[in-house]
């Protein structure tokens, strides 16, 4: 049996079209564990009606306080029944085949985890998910051609990394799960572990990217909050300036002329904004949850 395990933090909006893409999988022996993490707005609500509306039999719906989605993964894994755990978030939505395809190396005993590639942008009509998406490239220092408007990782990206979407749960539970760190939390079991996640070939799902301007602040406030940003003063100190507006002007004015988007240049502001925000407030009152 396979568990997927979904952490939830205010997803009323995106919530009901995961779980029915989970629902309609071809692989059948698995069960649904959403957690909720804390929700402020109907999430959980919107949950309990979805299964009843999606006839889903097998999904159980757990709560905690506002933890992060690491802790909520964690409690997930704690009620699994599954022998393989997958991981997934309530802004994606999952081809029919993507969980066969998806644990389809670890069945043939080939790794105790893995990871898919086949990741496509979900709401790629959307001007600011697809400047979203631009951005991702750019700080990870991919090239940016046609590919930024429909995949969320490159066709080039490497067959191992160290988030896993799947892995065996006795490998798991033998590390205790994730720390809860915040942001970069599912590194952390790559870390436990020791070794990184091997691709899962055909595994297709679709992510949805923040498609509003407070959306992108909220996210890029999550973002800016990772111990790569804000985990030392040193880090602090020299991500306040690359963050700083004029430094974003600059940035968005560039990627602007080179691929004709003049909305780039308003996304990168606000973007920036919202992650300096996060790395000034770090100096006063650390946080890596809310």
Same mark, same amino acid.
């Given at each position: 049996?396979?568990?997927?395990?979904?952490?939830?933090?205010?997803?009323?909006?995106?919530?009901?079209?995961?779980?029915?893409?989970?629902?309609?999988?071809?692989? !059948?022996? %698995?069960?649904?564990?959403?957690? =909720?993490?804390? @929700?402020?707005?109907?999430?959980? $609500? +919107?949950?309990?009606?979805?299964?009843?509306?999606?006839?889903?039999?097998?999904?159980?719906?757990?709560?905690?306080?506002?933890?992060?989605?690491?802790?909520?993964?964690?409690?997930?894994?704690?009620?699994?029944?599954?022998?393989?755990?997958?991981?997934?978030?309530?802004?994606?939505?999952?081809?029919?085949?993507?969980?066969?395809?998806?644990?389809?190396?670890?069945?043939?005993?080939?790794?105790?985890?893995?990871?898919?590639?086949?990741?496509?942008?979900?709401?790629?009509?959307?001007?600011?998910?697809?400047?979203?998406?631009?951005?991702?490239?750019?700080?990870?220092?991919?090239?940016?051609?046609?590919?930024?408007?429909? !995949?969320? %990782?490159?066709?080039?990206?490497? =067959?191992?990394? @160290?988030?896993?979407?799947?892995? $065996? +749960?006795?490998?798991?539970?033998?590390?205790?799960?994730?720390?809860?760190?915040?942001?970069?939390?599912?590194?952390?079991?790559?870390?436990?572990?020791?070794?990184?996640?091997?691709?899962?070939?055909?595994?297709?799902?679709?992510?949805?990217?923040?498609?509003?301007?407070?959306?992108?602040?909220?996210?890029?406030?999550?973002?800016?909050?990772?111990?790569?940003?804000?985990?030392?003063?040193?880090?602090?100190?020299?991500?306040?300036?690359?963050?700083?507006?004029?430094?974003?002007?600059?940035?968005?004015?560039?990627?602007?002329?080179?691929?004709?988007?003049?909305?780039?240049?308003?996304?990168?502001?606000?973007?920036?904004?919202?992650?300096?925000?996060?790395?000034?407030?770090?100096?006063?009152?650390?946080?890596?949850?809310?």
């Amino acid at each position: 049996m396979v568990s997927v395990i979904i952490p939830v933090y205010n997803e009323v909006k995106t919530i009901f079209d995961c779980l029915a893409s989970i629902s309609k999988q071809s692989y !059948r022996s %698995l069960e649904i564990i959403v957690v =909720d993490d804390g @929700s402020t707005d109907s999430s959980k $609500v +919107k949950i309990q009606k979805s299964k009843v509306q999606l006839k889903i039999k097998n999904l159980k719906i757990l709560s905690q306080p506002h933890s992060g989605p690491g802790a909520a993964r964690n409690l997930g894994a704690k009620y699994a029944n599954g022998n393989i755990l997958v991981f997934v978030d309530a802004d994606m939505v999952f081809d029919e085949n993507f969980i066969r395809d998806l644990i389809a190396p670890i069945e043939q005993h080939k790794t105790i985890g893995t990871f898919s590639k086949e990741e496509y942008l979900l709401n790629r009509d959307n001007i600011w998910a697809i400047c979203w998406n631009i951005n991702r490239y750019i700080i990870n220092g991919w090239r940016l051609n046609r590919e930024v408007y429909e !995949r969320i %990782l490159p066709t080039y990206y490497p =067959d191992h990394q @160290s988030v896993f979407r799947a892995i $065996v +749960k006795k490998e798991f539970d033998r590390v205790c799960g994730f720390d809860n760190i915040g942001y970069t939390d599912d590194w952390t079991l790559a870390r436990k572990l020791c070794m990184e996640a091997q691709v899962a070939i055909g595994a297709i799902f679709y992510h949805r990217n923040p498609q509003t301007l407070m959306e992108i602040f909220h996210q890029a406030r999550w973002i800016g909050k990772n111990e790569f940003l804000s985990g030392t003063s040193v880090r602090r100190i020299f991500n306040l300036f690359r963050y700083c507006i004029p430094s974003s002007l600059l940035q968005g004015i560039r990627v602007c002329i080179k691929l004709k988007l003049s909305h780039f240049i308003l996304f990168k502001i606000v973007y920036d904004f919202g992650v300096w925000c996060s790395i000034f407030e770090s100096f006063f009152h650390p946080s890596i949850i809310k």
